[in-house]
């Protein structure tokens, strides 16, 4: 074996950011972006799961359900994420407004600025106890979680050539995965100390260091432009309000990437309700219940900082995307029909954790990949279209397919989610046959 093949993938990561100054801020701005969602994350749980539905609903809301004999106890998560679906209707078009009219030295801080300013508010209404703050907190916390990450991934595409992200992506995921850790024990070491509200300020704290990254990464962001001849991203991108919608009705690679997201979205939409259907079946005890799911959160961010530390970067150095967009299909179609013969709480976790962490570690920074080669309305129009309108469409849609499937049965449940494992599949070689086609770095 060289020498090159022996050393340790920690000894590579050091190598990579002695390399790049580019990436240590990178690591910084992905550590702080999730290690403030997964702060906040607990407490959307603890809403969601509340049986105070005056901290969930306004007081005329709840009435309202009441006086059409429908108790909103009873649809709280089918009412909150029909209507996350909604606001993302009506956010995608304001965010491509600010794109189209802005530069990014502008529209990038403007919106940490507003998830900073609106967390500000939930501090407030939390420190207040005004009803419905648990609803609105959903909301908000949704929408963060996919147009922050969108726009990160938008930037690391201006940021980083293909080959540095080849290189690169799987060090930043892990750099977030290690936030994704932070955040949890941040939440439980200081919740019952400070209170809730007080989280808030403690997200928005990382939030702020995320606007710092973004002021210091922008130079790298110039140079690669003028070296590279691009567009230049200090400038307005001009267009409508919706050209990201368009752009994935009109190109080949962004439907493929589109029916990709949905059908990976399916996967885990199925698994995730099954999951909670069969643990509150077998595993009566709360507190069982709790440490079971506790357990599976760990197990995956333990596999998929293994997996980015030591295989991403090869995977997609040495043989490009398609390993990355296909194993995690293939390993769900084997994981789904050992479900449908033997659906157990232990095989699901199993299962839940092989599936959530190949979608973080692999196919994640796979596709964003693809990003770094095309044009700049692609990244942060069509991408954050597909990481936004497409992804919560096809939440909201495969949460009702599950509501008939499971009329009929685990097993039928875990079928059908094999057979949407297998479109995933199929949505990525559409997506490899089309990539093919972009032009390399020049």
Request: aromatic share 14%.
């Amino acid at each position: 074996m060289s020498a090159s093949g022996r050393v340790s993938p920690l000894r590579r990561l050091w190598q990579a950011l002695s390399d790049s100054p580019a990436l240590w801020w990178s690591f910084l701005y992905f550590f702080c972006l999730l290690s403030g969602y997964y702060v906040l994350r607990p407490v959307r749980e603890a809403m969601a799961a509340s049986s105070d539905l005056q901290a969930i609903f306004p007081p005329s809301l709840i009435a309202w359900f009441d006086a059409h004999g429908l108790p909103l106890k009873d649809f709280t998560l089918q009412f909150l994420f029909s209507c996350v679906f909604l606001i993302m209707l009506v956010m995608q078009p304001l965010y491509g407004w600010v794109v189209s009219r802005f530069p990014r030295r502008v529209f990038l801080p403007v919106v940490y600025g507003f998830f900073i300013a609106t967390l500000l508010g939930f501090y407030v209404m939390f420190d207040s106890g005004v009803p419905g703050r648990g609803m609105a907190f959903f909301f908000w916390i949704t929408v963060f979680n996919l147009f922050a990450v969108a726009v990160f991934w938008s930037f690391m595409a201006d940021v980083f050539s293909n080959a540095q992200a080849r290189a690169y992506y799987g060090y930043i995921g892990a750099a977030g995965t290690v936030g994704a850790f932070l955040g949890p024990i941040i939440t439980s070491s200081l919740v019952q100390r400070v209170g809730i509200a007080n989280l808030m300020l403690v997200s928005a704290g990382f939030l702020m260091a995320c606007v710092v990254c973004i002021w210091r990464l922008r130079h790298w962001a110039v140079v690669r432009e003028q070296q590279m001849q691009l567009a230049d991203g200090e400038q307005p991108m001009g267009g409508s309000v919706i050209d990201g919608l368009k752009l994935i009705v009109r190109e080949p690679l962004l439907r493929w990437l589109a029916l990709m997201v949905v059908f990976g979205v399916g996967v885990g939409t199925l698994l995730y309700n099954e999951q909670a259907s069969i643990v509150r079946r077998m595993i009566t005890d709360p507190a069982a219940s709790t440490a079971f799911f506790s357990r599976i959160d760990l197990a995956v961010n333990a596999l998929t900082l293994v997996i980015q530390l030591g295989l991403t970067r090869w995977l997609l150095s040495r043989f490009g995307i398609a390993p990355a967009l296909l194993i995690p299909g293939i390993a769900i179609i084997i994981g789904f029909s050992v479900l449908a013969a033997s659906p157990l709480p232990l095989m699901v976790a199993v299962v839940q954790v092989m599936t959530r962490a190949s979608e973080f570690s692999l196919g994640k920074p796979a596709r964003e990949t693809i990003y770094t080669r095309v044009d700049r309305q692609w990244r942060y129009k069509a991408g954050a279209a597909i990481d936004t309108v497409v992804y919560r469409g096809a939440d909201l849609t495969f949460a009702w397919v599950h509501k008939g499937l499971s009329l009929l049965g685990s097993h039928l449940v875990f079928v059908g989610g094999a057979a949407v494992a297998v479109m995933m599949t199929l949505a990525a070689l559409g997506v490899l046959k089309q990539e093919k086609k972009l032009p390399q770095d020049r």
